[in-house]
C-alpha cells in the first residue's frame, strides 16, 4: 500500500518523537527529585502528614531566641502566628540576626523541631518574606 520511502519516514519521525518524549520524561524526573518547597511555621503546623523530604522554613528570627552551644545553633524562626524551633550546625551568614527574615533549608523531626542543613540570609536587612510581611500587616 505505501512506498518503502513513506514507510522509512514514518519510522524516522516515530523514532525522533519516543526518543524526545524520553528525553522530556527524564528531564523532568530528575528535576522533580531537586525540587525544594519552601512554607511558613503555619504552613507546618498544618501539614495533614509530615514527610522526610527537604523543605524551607521561612519567617523572623525571634527576638532573643538565638543560643549557641559549641558549634550548633539553636533559634525560632516565626511568622507571629506559630513558631518552629531550629537546630543548625555551619557557617552562619553575616545577616543572620534576632528580628531579621531568615529561610532555613533542612528536614522536619516534627512540628515543632526542624533541622536544618543550610540557612539562607542572602538578603538585604529590609527583606521580609511575604507571608510574614501579610501577617504583619493583619496586626
Not at 45 to 57: D, H, M, Q, S, V
Not at 99 to 110: I, P, R
Amino acid at each position: 500500500m505505501y512506498g518503502r520511502k513513506v514507510k522509512l519516514r514514518f519510522l524516522f519521525i516515530s523514532l525522533i518523537l519516543l526518543i524526545l518524549s524520553l528525553s522530556v520524561f527524564l528531564i523532568l524526573k530528575s528535576l522533580e527529585e531537586n525540587v525544594v518547597y519552601f512554607q511558613s511555621p503555619t504552613e507546618v503546623k498544618e501539614l495533614a502528614e509530615l514527610n522526610k523530604n527537604k523543605i524551607r522554613i521561612g519567617g523572623m528570627v525571634k527576638n532573643n531566641s538565638i543560643s549557641i552551644e559549641e558549634k550548633k545553633v539553636k533559634f525560632i524562626v516565626t511568622d507571629f502566628k506559630n513558631e518552629i524551633n531550629v537546630i543548625y550546625s555551619g557557617v552562619i551568614p553575616n545577616l543572620f540576626a534576632e528580628g531579621k527574615g531568615v529561610v532555613a533549608e533542612g528536614y522536619l523531626n516534627d512540628r515543632n523541631f526542624f533541622s536544618a542543613t543550610k540557612i539562607l540570609a542572602k538578603h538585604d536587612e529590609n527583606y521580609m518574606p511575604p507571608e510574614v510581611k501579610a501577617a504583619l500587616e493583619e496586626k
